[in-house]
T-cell receptor, first 113, second 117 residues
Framework: AQSVTQLGSHVSVSEGALVLLRCNYSSSVPPYLFWYVQYPNQGLQLLLKYTTGATLVKGINGFEAEFKKSETSFHLTKPSAHMSDAAEYFCAVSDAGDDKIIFGKGTRLHILP | DAGITQSPRHKVTETGTPVTLRCHQTENHRYMYWYRQDPGHGLRLIHYSYGVKDTDKGEVSDGYSVSRSKTEDFLLTLESATSSQTSVYFC????????????????FGPGTRLTVL
């Protein structure tokens, strides 16, 4: 069965510093991978997704993620954090042939001034 | 933004009462989903629908039922609410370009905060 592990339920970075949110997945077949963001009192919005092709995926708001099959990872990065990036981030996986998505437990990102 | 609304947005009810949450979409998407979000658990799938009158159970379906009589509406019912069902409930929709291919992103509604006393 698919599963997603997000390392760290809370991550704090200083404004202007690198953001790195970690995600590892467990899937028996090549998966589809997603990162979603949730701002306070809102629903989830898609940041980026990997389906096939280029393993480095660029998303909105300057975020990107790299699919590494050998490490079963899909970590999310942003070179320079902004205060507006403070939110909860969810990694998610879907197997080919499955129309459901399995979400990780989320990582809350705090930006320090 | 995808046209998804949820009603009510907030509800407080008492243990043992029935509750129905509504999700309405204007996108004509085939798939609709109900999730609950709880601290430390992320989002967990309750039920989903792949067409009118076609529904299936998710990971945490006990105590919940759903109905979809029209493409645009997906109802979630708690027949007899319990305190463990206090949560934030999200509806999501998805269109399927390739049936069974997977990889289809989901679009989320704003959520309903339900408190069961």
């Amino acid at each position: 069965a698919q599963s997603v592990t997000q390392l760290g339920s809370h991550v704090s970075v200083s404004e202007g510093a690198l953001v790195l949110l970690r995600c590892n997945y467990s899937s028996s077949v090549p998966p589809y991978l997603f990162w979603y963001v949730q701002y306070p009192n809102q629903g989830l919005q898609l940041l980026l997704k990997y389906t096939t092709g280029a393993t480095l995926v660029k998303g909105i708001n300057g975020f990107e993620a790299e699919f590494k099959k050998s490490e079963t990872s899909f970590h999310l990065t942003k070179p320079s954090a902004h205060m507006s990036d403070a939110a909860e981030y969810f990694c998610a996986v879907s197997d080919a042939g499955d129309d459901k998505i399995i979400f990780g437990k989320g990582t809350r990102l705090h930006i320090l001034p | 933004d995808a046209g998804i609304t949820q009603s009510p947005r907030h509800k407080v009810t008492e243990t043992g009462t029935p509750v129905t949450l509504r999700c309405h979409q204007t996108e004509n998407h085939r798939y609709m989903y109900w999730y609950r979000q709880d601290p430390g658990h992320g989002l967990r799938l309750i039920h989903y629908s792949y067409g009118v009158k076609d529904t299936d159970k998710g990971e945490v379906s006990d105590g919940y039922s759903v109905s979809r009589s029209k493409t645009e509406d997906f109802l979630l019912t708690l027949e007899s609410a319990t305190s463990s069902q206090t949560s934030v409930y999200f509806c999501a929709i998805s269109e399927v370009a390739d049936l069974g291919a997977g990889g289809n992103e989901q679009f989320f509604g704003p959520g309903t905060r339900l408190t069961v006393l």
